[in-house]
């Protein structure tokens, strides 16, 4: 089944505790991207990349540090995780180089930062 | 930076009736699109328009693209109770710099038996 994986689904931890939310997807996209959703604030994109070994900073990368080194896995990484953090987080993969087409959104990934 | 920007923010009918939802957007664009969520689930794709289209069918929906007033619009006919979801339109900003696809805020809709 095509599908983007995204992991853990719940997460809490506390201020200043490196984590690192998974992302995984079996479709051989190019394109694979981070959004953090908040109320009021709609869907925000953090980090995207077009390729392995490429990455880009999408609206709100302060905080945050990825990694494309596979084709599947586009790891989100949060070194000293901090309250405003606290968030929905989604992974979504798209097959174009560069994006034109359908995002295949993860189930998301509920962090909360203490 | 905020793109699309749906209108209305929720609307609440009842089955059986249709539900329009609109989206305006400022730059131009290649693409538009229209994504689904259920509460707290991921987005799930429904529908893209390309900015040559003015109009585009799957089922029951209905989707238009008015270039010119830079404006969607999403018609859901024959409402559900499983159409209950969040209804987000996202566009391609800066597409041939190739990397952004932009959400609005959203329409939460609810369909009421």
Not at chain 1, 40 to 52: A, E, T
């Amino acid at each position: 089944e095509a599908q983007v994986t995204q992991n853990p689904r719940y997460l809490i931890t506390v201020t200043g505790k490196k984590l690192t939310v998974t992302c995984s997807q079996n479709m051989n996209h190019e394109y694979m991207s981070w959004y953090r959703q908040d109320p009021g604030l709609g869907l925000r994109q953090i980090y995207y990349s077009m390729n392995v070994e490429v990455t880009d900073k999408g609206d709100v990368p302060e905080g945050y540090k990825v990694s494309r080194k596979e084709k599947r896995n586009f790891p989100l990484i949060l070194e000293s995780p901090s309250p405003n953090q606290t968030s929905l987080y989604f992974c979504a993969s798209s097959k174009g180089v560069r994006y034109t087409g359908e995002l295949f959104f993860g189930e998301g990934s509920r962090l909360t930062v203490l | 930076s905020q793109q699309g920007e749906e209108d209305p923010q929720a609307l609440s009918i009842q089955e059986g009736e249709n539900a329009t939802m609109n989206c305006s957007y400022k730059t131009s664009i290649n693409n538009l699109q229209w994504y689904r969520q259920n509460s707290g689930r991921g987005l799930v794709h429904l529908i893209l328009i390309r900015s040559n289209e003015r109009e585009k069918h799957s089922g029951r929906l209905r989707v238009t693209l008015d270039t010119s007033k830079k404006s969607s619009s999403l018609l859901i006919t024959a409402s559900r109770a499983a159409d209950t979801a969040s209804y987000f339109c996202a566009t391609d900003e800066g597409y041939n710099q190739g990397g952004k696809l932009i959400f609005g805020q959203g329409t939460e809709l609810s369909v009421k038996p």
